[in-house]
């Protein structure tokens, strides 16, 4: 279920600030934990290392995913293969 349109695009609060601090420091790349964060066009061209439960993965946000959240872009999921038997 969509977000109302009268609320607006959901971004923590947390990670508004790091990008209002960022830009006087020209640092291009830090943690976050809010995969449920809104992309909003503000962020292009920043890189997000997003924590996946156990580690980060990098991001680089780009014009195309601005609407979407954080989370689509990383898998939280670990590709499953089969061992191979030892001769």
Do not use: A
């Amino acid at each position: 279920m969509s977000r109302t349109k009268w609320k607006g695009p959901y971004v923590q609060m947390d990670l508004l600030k790091q990008i209002s601090t960022i830009k006087h420091y020209k640092k291009k790349e830090f943690k976050i934990f809010c995969r449920n964060s809104t992309i909003i066009p503000q962020f292009i061209g920043l890189t997000f290392s997003i924590h996946t439960g156990k580690l980060f993965t990098k991001i680089e946000v780009v014009e195309s995913m601005v609407g979407h959240k954080f989370g689509e872009f990383c898998s939280t999921r670990k590709k499953f293969s089969y061992k191979k038997k030892k001769n």
